[in-house]
């Protein structure tokens, strides 16, 4: 079955949300980022301010879908729109107005930020750099962020010196690695995000639960190049929150169906097998490690997957759509699972050139997760470079990359 999208949003932008974990890597919301599909390189808030706000709202709608219920979401606002009505077509209870660095503590945007505490709204400071300049704001807002990227722990320490009088929670964005992870976790800091939990937390001798084991048999299964699609309907019909999840996405409003579907193999036959195996894979991966970094990196490895299939039908890639899905997929496998990626990709029938790029990073074809991973950092400008460097127009990934996200939040919901 062919699925549709709601082309009106992604035609118009790209709306991508980046994780934030507390010190014990549980969820506690996510940033939103947006892009115009026009011009991926220029931020949108360069529109007008109606279009803008639209927008924001249109974005905010798309990116909630499957998101957890209590989750915060933190949206950018620059001067112009924090002072004008931009920030109120968001609900208060959820959205946290992140004001960027370039807004000084004028009277104007003061009032603006004591009108929006007023009205139930929480207020974030982007990229404090400490010193003088910015107590007005910094005495107002409930959250100041703190880009520790490139710092030595020594710089992080007294810019946290220098908020500690003020009554705000500490959040440190562009935390690359583990260890920046912890000593920023010493530090005080009580938010975190970054790409460090995209990679994997190795500790010797682990190992995984008996659950885990079957799970990831299934899995191995469902990796081979031909699966028989009795196998598949035999998969489901002994599990019975399978069965569930499979009943409930082939009944959502993504497919659009006229009729009620309350059969395993009526849904079966529908999905057909490609389609069926996949879904089923993206489930069994979900079940692996149920913790809140594991389920933000099964999004992204869904994501992933599907946006590398989708360029494989419109852009020369090494391998076919179902290999491509197969390398996005496995991608972030490792930090699923805190194993190696030799480790865990051992029984797993992949093509050995799918099985290279994903453990050696100097592969060739590692490249292509290289663009996975800056559109997860969603560093526009490297994603830029690395999209020219091999050849994909930076166009047609901003729309994949919409695409993907929709069809992850559906297939995840």
């Known amino acids: 079955m062919e699925e549709t999208y709601p082309e009106q949003l992604y035609d118009k932008f790209f709306v991508a949300r980046q994780p934030i974990f507390t010190a014990q890597m549980r969820l506690w919301g996510y940033e939103l980022l947006f892009r115009h599909g026009e011009d991926i390189e220029e931020a949108v808030f360069a529109d007008g301010d109606q279009a803008t706000t639209q927008l924001i709202a249109d974005g905010y709608n798309l990116a909630v879908r499957g998101m957890r219920q209590g ?60 010193g003088p300049g910015f107590e007005a704001l910094c005495e107002l807002v409930d959250i100041i962020k703190v880009d520790v990227l490139g710092k030595t722990p020594e710089q992080v320490r007294a810019i946290t010196r220098d908020v500690k009088k003020f009554n705000a929670t500490l959040l440190a964005e562009k935390v690359e690695n583990y260890d920046v992870f912890k000593v920023c976790s010493n530090l005080g800091f009580t938010y975190f995000q970054g790409f460090f939990f995209n990679r994997p937390e190795i500790i010797p001798g682990r190992k995984l639960s008996a659950s885990q084991v079957n799970k990831f048999k299934l899995l191995r299964e469902l990796s081979a190049p031909e699966v028989d699609s009795s196998r598949l309907v035999e998969i489901i019909q002994t599990d019975l929150s399978i069965s569930y999840r499979l009943l409930k996405y082939i009944n959502s409003a993504f497919f659009g169906l006229q009729i009620r579907i309350t059969s395993i193999p009526r849904a079966v036959s529908m999905l057909g097998c490609r389609n069926l195996r996949q879904w089923l894979q993206v489930v069994i991966l979900s079940d692996v490690n149920t913790e809140d970094k ?20 419109r852009h020369p890639v090494p391998f076919d759509q179902d290999g491509m899905f197969l390398l996005g997929f496995f991608s972030l496998l490792d930090a699923i699972l805190d194993q190696s990626m030799g480790l865990v990709l051992e029984g797993i029938p992949l093509d050995p050139a799918i099985k290279r790029a994903l453990v050696d990073q100097d592969d060739p074809n590692a490249v292509w997760i290289d663009l996975l991973d800056e559109l997860d950092r969603c560093n526009w400008s490297r994603l830029t470079r690395k999209s020219e460097q091999i050849g994909v127009p930076i166009t047609l990934v901003n729309r994949l990359a919409a695409e993907s996200s929709i069809w992850a939040t559906w297939v995840m919901t």
């Open 71 to 130: 989750a915060k979401v933190l949206v950018n606002f620059p001067r112009r729109m924090l002072v004008g009505e931009a920030p109120y077509v968001l609900p208060a209870d959820q959205c946290v107005v992140e004001i960027l660095e370039t807004v000084t503590p004028e009277p104007e945007v003061i009032d603006a930020c004591l009108e929006l505490k007023k009205r139930g709204y929480a207020l974030a400071l982007d990229d404090f750099e400490g």
């Open 294 to 313: 594991a389920q933000e990196l099964v999004r992204l490895s869904v994501q992933r997957a599907r946006f590398l299939q989708l360029l494989a039908a």
